[in-house]
């Protein structure tokens, strides 16, 4: 396995829309697992193929805690297809928009089905913390980023916090 570079705002690759995954091979198998390891090399609990560079549908998921057994979740051409009514704020942070956090509300349960990198269909009803997760990656797949679900002023001061820290890191 390898690390992949992470794009970083405002790389324009983040805002365009993934087409679907096709066939699942021994290719796309190995680009999973190298975005698995790029996410827990960066302590993330998710990571989607256009942050990558790759404008396809997939992307990978491990919400598991520090203590707890590794859980990644692969996850191609996901689809909700039920969110509830209820909602919910959390506080979301990206690998693509680094160091920064703002709470986002998004439904608080979702129904969300995608095939598994063995090909399998799955059904999955989500709630609390891996809906969010879930939605914050999916939105990856249609070039939304978390910011664009805050206000103007919000987003704006996030990025300029973001190319402050380039900045200072840079000298």
Known sequence: MSVLKILEVPNSLLKKKSEPVGSI???LIKTLDDMLETMYQANGVGLAAPQVGILKRMLV???SGKDEEPNPIFVINPK???KSEEMQE???GCLSVPNQYAKVV???AITVEYQDKT???VVADLDGFMAVVFQHEIDHLDGVLY???LSALKRK???KKVEKERKESAE
């Open 80 to 82: 909700i297809t039920k």
């Open 106 to 108: 998004r439904p608080a």
């Open 157 to 159: 001061m996030l990025l």
């Open 119 to 121: 090909g399998k269909k």
């Open 25 to 27: 091979d021994e290719a």
């Open 147 to 149: 910011i664009d679900h």
């Open 90 to 92: 959390c506080e979301e």
């Open 61 to 63: 998921i491990d919400a």
